[in-house]
Structures are given as structure tokens and as C-alpha cells.
């Protein structure tokens, strides 16, 4: 199974930061990718896909950067609506895995 | 708009079974494939399988393999998932969500909202 190391576990972050998440896969899965956010009692939902790919509807201040190995997830200017927790997916191969979540609270 | 609806709370006794459901709106149900997901209260995502709902075919978790079993019902948009011989680890929330390819690269783009399984005796 590919291992998704997700850094850091927590972060405290003003808003107007600029906050950076990484995740290393325990192998290469190319751009297969996805990150999400979380916030309590809600379902995922989906930000970047393709590694770098911005989804629909999701702030232009999310940006997704990586391949192979080493991937991050960058908040140019944290929003008040962006406390919450984030995870990295991998999808180049099942079982699908995910990074064990970024919690960012308001510092 | 793509929609996942599944179905209320559960509240069973180790050794039991659970099926969740997961009605889908707003798209083509046939076309996509349905990943399920489980959180454990406070913890991370772990993915627990996935079917086509084109062919039925599926694939599982090694970890679940011979306690989980995924179904769609093609005729009212739902899938299903069946989790046998509940242990109190298996408690969590449990969702469902559309496993699905743009540009090449797979994502699960509509998640439903979640299910709670609590297993206690």
C-alpha cells in the first residue's frame, strides 16, 4: 500500500497568513493527487485535483503543486472560512490512502 | 446538482451487521464509480472499497476483505454498503462518494454527508 505522510499534524495561523501543507507518498503516483477540506461534522470536500487542478467553485487563494513523490497545498491569504482540517488523497492505485490531516486553527 | 443522500444513524451490538445506503441525484448513476470512506470519531480517512455502478465490479480494502460488501441498485440510483461481524473499532462515520476522472486524474468530487455506525454492547 502507498503511505501518505501528511505535515504538519496542526498549525496555528492568523488570518491574511500564507499557510503551506505537504504530503510525501511512499512512492511515485505522478499527479494522482486530491486534497480536501473538513470542517466539523460535514462530509469532505474537494479543492484540488490532477496535483495542481483547481476544482470548481473552490477560492482562487487554494494552489496545489507537486508530482512523484511530494506534493503541497498552499492558502496564499487564510480566510476566516478556512479554519478547518485538510487531507491529501492518492488515487494512483487502491487501496486509495489518505495523508492523515492538517488541522489548522485560528492563532 | 450532484447529490448524495444516505441513509440515518445506526446503533448495533458487536457481531451484528449494518447496510448504508447512498441515494444519488443529479447525474447519470451508471456512469460513475462510488467509493466508500469511514472515519473514526477524532481520527483520519480510510478508504473501505469501491464499485462500479456500470458492472458491479468491486474492489476492497485487504484490511475489510470477507466482512464488507458493496452493492448498487441500479433501478432507484443507490449503493449500498454492507459491513458483517461489527466490532467496537468499526464504529464511525461512514461515507460515500462519487470516484471520479477529469483530465485523466481520479478524485472523489460529491461526498454524502455521512452516516454514524456506533457498535456497542
Known amino acids: 500500500d502507498i503511505q501518505m505522510t501528511q505535515s504538519p499534524s496542526s498549525l496555528s495561523a492568523s488570518v491574511g497568513e500564507r499557510v503551506t501543507i505537504t504530503c510525501r507518498a511512499s512512492?511515485?503516483?505522478?499527479?494522482?493527487l486530491s486534497w480536501y477540506q473538513q470542517k466539523p461534522g460535514k462530509a469532505p470536500e474537494l479543492l484540488i485535483f490532477?496535483?495542481?487542478s483547481l476544482h470548481s467553485g473552490v477560492p482562487s487563494r487554494f494552489s496545489g503543486s507537486g508530482s512523484g513523490t511530494e506534493f503541497t497545498l498552499t492558502i496564499s491569504s487564510l480566510q476566516r472560512e478556512d479554519f478547518a482540517t485538510y487531507f491529501c488523497?492518492?488515487?494512483?492505485?487502491?487501496?486509495?490512502?489518505f495523508g492523515l490531516g492538517t488541522y489548522v486553527e485560528i492563532k | 446538482q450532484v447529490q448524495l443522500v444516505q441513509s440515518g444513524a445506526e446503533v448495533k451490538k458487536p457481531g451484528a451487521s449494518v447496510r448504508v445506503s447512498c441515494q444519488a441525484s443529479g447525474y447519470s448513476f451508471r456512469t460513475y464509480d462510488i467509493s466508500w470512506v469511514r472515519q473514526a470519531p477524532g481520527q483520519g480517512l480510510e478508504w473501505m472499497g469501491w464499485?462500479?455502478?456500470?458492472?458491479?465490479?468491486?474492489k476492497y480494502a485487504q484490511k475489510l476483505q470477507g466482512r464488507v460488501t458493496l452493492t448498487t441498485d441500479t433501478s432507484t440510483s443507490t449503493a449500498y454498503m454492507e459491513l458483517r461481524d461489527l466490532r467496537s473499532d468499526d464504529t464511525a462515520f461512514y461515507y460515500c462518494?462519487?470516484?471520479?476522472?477529469?483530465?485523466?486524474?481520479?478524485?472523489?468530487?460529491?461526498w454524502g454527508q455521512g452516516t454514524l455506525v456506533t457498535v456497542s454492547s
Open positions: 462518494a462519487r470516484d471520479f476522472m477529469i483530465s485523466g486524474w481520479y478524485l472523489f468530487d460529491s
Open positions: 490532477g496535483a495542481s
Open positions: 512512492q511515485t503516483i505522478s499527479k494522482y
Open positions: 488523497l492518492q488515487t494512483y492505485s487502491t487501496p486509495r490512502t
Open positions: 464499485i462500479s455502478a456500470y458492472t458491479g465490479n468491486t
